[in-house]
């Protein structure tokens, strides 16, 4: 859901909401010319405005103003009007469209409805405000703002929080927005969907019937009991209930006024007008759940519909699809089949029965599909549906990878789902045809390899998704134009698919296509990658240009000085806020001293040792694993003391909490996370690093300790592999978070300990990177990441049984290369545009392949090929 938003500025790749909108759209002209004395300057996707000479407490009860698309510019039209000739600061969404992400139905709950925020100076003058706007915006409406204080029944909203930024270091390590208590100590600053005053905040009078009466129970009568809450978004919330309290249980759809807007603008309570009236027309119709009553309470607005048991398809999948089995080449194909295109005509024939009633479901995919326990079939979720015969009928919330060509309307909108379905339920990659329309041909080739489907079968499926001639997706068209560096082939094929891949020229097209993609006039971001480069910063070695840089470095790619420069320049203007190594400074800083910076490598370790102190985190990726490496890499190789002895005593804080985290989980309760990047074995690295430098042999067993406390939250699976436990019982055999990171550990150890007890675990940890599909294509929670973990295995053991599980793997890349400009990219976290960076996107690919390739050099920082082999 947080992806969505970062989708709108660009169609390649993911980008801040703040790019959205343009001059035109912008509420520059609502204000304009700035009276004298004023200053008014851009952060993000605010625009603040400022009396000169003005003074402001740094925090306080500050005023939010609600606006909806149609009233945005007269609210804020009037707000100037009150606050510049009494000098009150106020600040403001830059532009409409900005407006309306921040009001979409998988916007962050807890900003919903902002539009404008006031900062009064005292009490009195909050009460001012307050009292003169609401009489001055009588009849203005705009969505809720969750977590505020209503002001009586307008557009007015209170909260109480900081004025000016003030940052405090977390458990994470990681700054995080505090507020100040009376004793003036600095606690973080509650930002949820909820309202909330500090326990230690004094209340103003003028609030006090406001707060009297939210904190009444509700006078509506609500006569339901809700069991508890299936599905949250930004329009409202789906809730599992009991009709008037009693055996009966529902589904309770809830619609906020004015919230969870469509890209047109449709907000959650038309969209909720029309599935009732869509499932008024299909009662009686198998499949589809029963219209019970439709009400209002507390100006929401709600849906009340039969409960269909069942478990969603996707979660069916999850369980049941052969391909993500490590012995998938003796799963019993036949039958998943048979079961699939059951389903799959159960979901036609209920589609076919919509549309003889006269409507369109116009939001077919995995989600919205129930599979009860002997595979029957049913639809939720009809606030997309509409009348066959409605000539704008085309849904704009459509799901990636479902949603049809522009030029489909009607009916055709659910055949083309259903295409998609087809090839989805034998080939989960859907999604990637928005980059590529005609991959359809090679996943159809790969279905029809693998599984005993109808001959048919494909003819169908292409039928309605092959692209037609001269068409593209929503990409831009210029990289149609070449692709494969020029080698001539179809758009169809790739590098990948030939009997022996040119390698050097597949990892030459991904330089080539980093390089392409860099941004250096800008400040924020060096080079396109995930949404997290955003909140951390786009000079981390994850997400941001240090772990791109460092890729292109160790993968042959080369140095770039004006890349360099433009990392020295943007650490030095913004320096990051968190000490991690993946997401902070010292990832920064180790690439620096690489490249021969080690001033500036050793200014930023220096400058950051503050936020170590706090540091919680025991990881590898954020915390003091990854920490402790670096000031170990970086004693060793300046040959300094200082940095060897800080090394040495966080190694002495993990061996303590390791002390306390080591108990073997019981069942009960939540598991704890495993893996290199965010398990023990991250901790358990730096032990083994430890030892080398020290030859202390403590460090050993305390590596053998952390191994182990991953180890005990890994789960035996029935095709013989060791993975970890994710959500809805998937198993993850991932880098970061998953199997194939800690495999590369317990090697690690083996290499001083063989017959350590972990190494017991490592042929079945092996084969937890054998899977023949994988979802994503990333290094950290994709395919890359298995490539990379099975190469740095295979090394200095003749009788590696991984050797065809890594080729496929290599060939099976390219399911997810794409063309863009010419060359060849992968797509980041949830497929929905490209990445470049290290964590998620074509630089980790890169690392990979590199890595595979040579059979020699390092996947990882402290992973590397001296201390890896045998």
Known sequence: MRYEEFCLADPWFYDTPARLGSDADSFDHVWRPLPTGWDCTRHDIWVAMSCRGGTLPRQGWKVHVSARLDNAERILKAVCDYCFPRGIGFKFLHSKKILLTRNAKYAPREDSGKFVTIYPADYAELERVLVDLSAELAGEYGPYILSDLRYGAGPLYVRYGAFTERWLAADGGQLVPAIERPDGTLVPEQRTPVFRVPDWAEVPDVLAPHLARRDRPHESGFPHLVERALHFSNGGGVYLARRDGGDELVVLKEARPHAGLDADGTDAVARLHRERKSLERLQGVAGVPVLHEWFTAWEHHYLMMEYMPGRRLDQWMAALYPLTK???????????????????????????????????FADLHPGNILIGGDDSVSLVDFDLAFAIDQSDGCPVLAAPGFSPPDDRTGQAIDDYALAALRLHMFLPLTHMMRFQPDKVNLYMEAIQERFPVPDEFGKVVLAELAPTRGSVGDVQPRARAKVNVGRGRTPTTSDFDS?????????????????????PDRQDRLFPGDIEQFTVGGTCFAFGAAGVLHALSTSGGGRYVEHERWLLESVHRDPPHRPGFYDGTHGIAYVLRDFGYVHEAVMLIDESAPLVGPLRD?????????????????????????????????????????????????????????GLLRGWSGPGLFFVRLYEHTNDRSWLDMAARALQRDLDECVARPDGSLQVPGEGGQTLPHLDVGTAGIALVVQE?????????CATALPAMRRACYPEFVVQSGLFAG??????????????????????????????????????????????????????????????????????????????PFLDERSSAK
Not at 328 to 340: P, V
Not at 499 to 516: F, K, M, N, V
Not at 642 to 651: D, F, H, R, V
Request: net charge positive; hydrophobic share 45%.
């Open 499 to 519: 009997a022996q891949p040119d390698w050097r020229a597949i990892c030459g097209s991904l330089i080539e296509a980093i390089l392409l993609s860099a941004t």
């Open 749 to 757: 150890l083996v290499r001083h300990v063989p017959d350590t007890e």
């Open 618 to 674: 025991h990881g590898l990726h954020s915390g003091l694993a990854g920490v402790g490496l670096n000031l170990l890499h970086f004693g060793q190789t300046l040959q300094s003391g200082t940095y060897l002895a800080q090394a040495l005593s966080i190694g002495d804080r993990l061996a303590e909490k390791l002390t306390i985290a080591a108990v073997r989980h019981d069942g009960r309760g939540p598991r704890a996370t495993a």
């Open 783 to 860: 395919r890359a990441g298995l490539v990379g973990a099975l190469a740095t295995l295979q090394r200095g053991q003749a009788d590696f049984d991984g050797d065809r599980a890594l080729t496929r793997h290599l060939a099976r890349l390219g399911w997810h290369a794409v063309p863009y400009r010419g060359e060849l990219a992968f797509p980041g976290n949830k497929s929905l545009r490209l990445s470049m960076d290290f964590a998620t996107g074509t630089a980790g690919v890169l690392r990979a392949l590199t890595v595979a390739v040579d059979r020699s050099g390092a996947l990882l």
């Open 326 to 360: 490590c012995d998938s080449e003796q799963a019993d194909l036949a039958t998943y089949t048979r079961r699939a295109l059951d389903v799959l005509d159960q979901v036609e024939k209920l589609v076919r029965s919509i549309h003889e009633r006269g409507v369109v």
